[in-house]
């Protein structure tokens, strides 16, 4: 919405976006849905860097995305991994909407991944849902995979939100799925969360 560099060369910056939503396309069921939040950042380093490649998972039948969250050079995670019954203030989230997918036109929130420990690594497959979430409403169980795709992540401390934006990949294409092998394997490694999702 705005930004400016102060006097004494910092930088401030207020930005606008839509953090809460539920996820797999559905329409907002909750108060606090697609609430509209302000976030004020203030730096002076060099701002974090948010990587994301597209790739094709499950030996090529579904696409998907994968990256990291990094800050100075380092991974930016919490301590652990959230689950249902114990949560992580630090944890920090990668936000994944698609545009013109199934769930109809423009931008549908389909996924949320948090950041791994040790790496600040996430991975992400547009696959078919087959339960919906606890507390949610009916959802779609079609894939959610669209023209484009985006990715939004809050920045550590007071830093800005970043965003990548990408073209979906078209159909399978094994050299190239050998190239995007080889960024995954450079980014996310032995990590054994995301083996499937290469």
């Known amino acids: 919405m705005a930004a400016c560099t102060a006097p004494d060369g910092t930088h401030w910056a207020l930005q ?3 953090r809460v939503q539920p996820l797999r396309g559905v329409a907002g069921f909750l108060s606090g849905h697609m609430a509209w939040e302000l976030h004020l950042s203030h730096w002076s380093k060099p701002l974090p860097l948010l990587e994301v490649s597209p790739n094709w998972t499950y030996g090529g ?4 995305l994968f990256g990291r969250l990094l800050f100075e050079g380092k991974p930016v995670h ?3 991994t959230p689950t249902r019954k114990q949560s992580n203030g630090h944890a920090r989230y990668v ?3 698609t545009f013109n997918s199934a769930y109809g ?3 549908k929130r389909d996924g949320a991944k948090v950041t ?3 790496n600040g690594g996430f ?3 547009f696959a078919p849902l087959v339960q919906a979430p606890p507390g949610y409403p009916a959802v779609p169980t079609f894939s959610g995979k669209g023209e484009r ?4 992540a809050m920045g550590p401390g007071v830093t800005p939100v970043s965003e990548w934006e990408g073209t979906a990949l078209g159909p399978y294409d094994p050299v190239a799925d050998r190239v995007f092998d080889q960024l995954f394997d450079s980014i996310l490694g032995a990590d054994g969360v995301c083996t499937a999702e290469r």
């Open 95 to 97: 936000y994944i909407d």
């Open 123 to 125: 991975c992400y497959s």
């Open 149 to 152: 795709h985006r990715v939004t």
């Open 16 to 18: 606008s976006w839509q």
């Open 105 to 107: 036109p423009g931008w």
């Open 116 to 118: 791994h420990v040790g």
């Open 78 to 80: 919490g301590y652990r």
């Open 61 to 64: 039948t579904l696409q998907g």
